[in-house]
């Protein structure tokens, strides 16, 4: 399959060192063909030993303005084969203040750093407003938040981060609690893949969404989802056995708890790993 991906006949192609788990390929596909042959800009974290930026070139074209990232200063040798260069810790927001002065707005990051929950995260929390809407930000290797070598799994692994962004961007519908995430204004959706998160970048799209009705013809409906509940007819039956003796009762908030607890249990066997 991987012979078939035009990404990784570039990959093959590159005459310089790059190591790419398999998985990846498949992603670069679907993710990033829609840029071959444009004009954007194009950020790799880790780029030392050069082989990946000649892959995106051959993969991208011309057109494309190719970025590298590395905390390593002999990555400046790239320079001459006509990539910008830029020599910096992924995990200081000091050097990426300097960086976005530089290089402006950008369309694509690639985070192929160092792959600690510190650097991925500082890398997305500071570079998201810096990304074109429309643009991309993949952070690899984020299976680092499953390995205890790397201290996790954990509340503070990158993953952790990244489902917290989830919560952010539902956090857009007003009956969900409120998040002040400011990621949510610019991260339109976020995709897990093996071992990577691709954020889509859109504050065009992240706005507030509100009940709408194509005010048709109703046809009064009956929501069946409670119809012959045993819940249902208990709370029906006591709240006549109530109405009798003159006394106001309503189980609706109770009968909403019950079903919910009895769901809950039904599912349980789902969260299990």
Not at 115 to 130: D, G, L, S, Y
Not at 159 to 171: E, H, Q, V
Not at 180 to 208: E, G, H, P, R
Not at 215 to 232: L, T, V, Y
Request: charged share 25%; proline share 3%.
């Amino acid at each position: 399959m991987l012979q078939n991906l035009e990404v990784f006949k570039a990959y093959q192609k590159s005459p310089y060192l790059s190591l790419k788990h398999s998985t990846y390929f498949q992603v670069y596909e679907e993710t990033l063909s829609k840029y071959k042959g444009k004009e954007f800009t194009f950020v790799e974290i880790g780029v030392l030993n050069g082989g990946s930026l000649f892959m995106w070139r051959e993969f991208f074209g011309p057109k494309a303005r190719i970025i590298g990232v590395d905390l390593n200063p002999l990555a400046k040798k790239w320079e001459k084969e006509g990539f910008e260069i830029y020599i910096g810790s992924q995990s200081s927001l000091k050097f990426w203040n300097e960086f976005f002065n530089s290089t402006g707005m950008v369309d694509v990051i690639l985070d192929d750093g160092g792959h600690t929950e510190e650097q991925q995260i500082i890398t997305t929390a500071h570079c998201v407003p810096f990304i074109n809407d429309g643009g991309l930000l993949i952070v690899e290797d984020v299976h680092t938040s499953y390995l205890k070598g790397s201290g996790n799994p954990s509340k503070y692994s990158f993953i952790s981060f990244s489902k917290n962004i989830i919560d952010a961007i539902n956090s857009r519908n007003p009956e969900v609690i409120y998040s002040n995430n400011s990621l949510k204004k610019k991260i339109y959706s976020a995709t897990f893949y093996d071992s990577m998160v691709v954020f889509s970048i859109n504050s065009q799209k992240c706005f507030v969404g509100e009940p709408t009705s194509n005010e048709g013809i109703s046809m009064e409906a009956k929501d069946f989802w409670r119809e012959n509940s045993p819940i249902q007819k208990i709370s029906e039956f006591i709240t006549r056995l109530f109405k009798r003796v003159g006394i106001k009762f309503r189980m609706n908030n109770f009968l909403a708890r019950i079903e919910n607890m009895q769901r809950k249990q039904r599912i349980k066997k789902f969260f299990l790993r």
